[in-house]
Structure formats: structure tokens, C-alpha cells
């Protein structure tokens, strides 16, 4: 893909930069503190870990089926707040959920690095009306993770 490593790059920047700083930090910090929309950190870094998740099935889904695609957003409707307390982030182990977002976000970055070039226009349905190209979507991560990541630092600095 085109502009793949440009992308990745700035994806293992950040995972080099916050893999320490998120590991380092106290109990207190990552389950006290919420922020805005009642999130905690460890609440925070599993909302990173489902969109990552979603983001691999995406970009695999569009690669082989009929565009536009639908395939479920799950950050809609407050569904990602359900998947949230689903997986009881709250209380799951810090130092795993660390390193499942790193190797998760490592995982993205290979097969972002591997996207066909001729699907990078196939669409999938965002939400009723909104459609993404494959394209869209993989350039837009770098934004959508600092976005949580800055979401985190005003927490770890409040």
C-alpha cells in the first residue's frame, strides 16, 4: 500500500513511546481517574484494543468482499461502551492489556504493510449513509489512536 510505511511508522512511534509509559503507571492512576465520558485508563487502552481489533477485521474483510460492505461499527450507538464493560476491562491485568494493545497494534501494522493496492477503494458502511474506503480508514488510525493516547495523558497529568 501506498503511504503504508509513512503510517506505520508513526504507529510503532507511539507504541515505542507509550509501551513504558503505560506500563510505569501506579494502580491508582489507571483505574481511579476517568475522564470526560467516566473512562478510566485501563478502560481507555481496552477501547484501543477493540478498535484495533476491529480495524484487523476490517481491513481483512475489505480485501475480499463485495463493496460496500457492511460489517458492524461497533463505536455506534454506544456499543463501544458495552464492549467496554463486556470484557471488564476495569479489572483486567494492566501489565496484559499493555501488551495485548502493542501486539495488537504490531499485527495492524504488518497487515497494513500487506494491503493490496487495488482494494484501497473498496468501502465498507461506516454508518447508515457514511461509507469509508479502506483507504480512509487505514490513514485515519494515526489520528483516532493519539486522539485515546492524549485522552490517557490528560488523565496521568490531572
Known sequence: MKGASLITSEVLSLIKEWEPILESLSEEIITQRRNNQNRTVKQILGQLIDSTSNNIH???HLQ???SPFTFPNYATLGNN???IA???YQNENGHIMVQLWKFSMLHLCHIIE???DDKLNNEWFASPGKKITL???IHDFPRHLKLHLNEINELINC
Open 58 to 60: 476490517r481491513v481483512v
Open 64 to 66: 475480499y468482499q463485495q
Open 81 to 83: 461502551d458495552r464492549w
Open 86 to 88: 463486556i470484557q471488564n
Open 114 to 116: 500487506n494491503i493490496d
Open 135 to 137: 483507504s480512509e480508514m
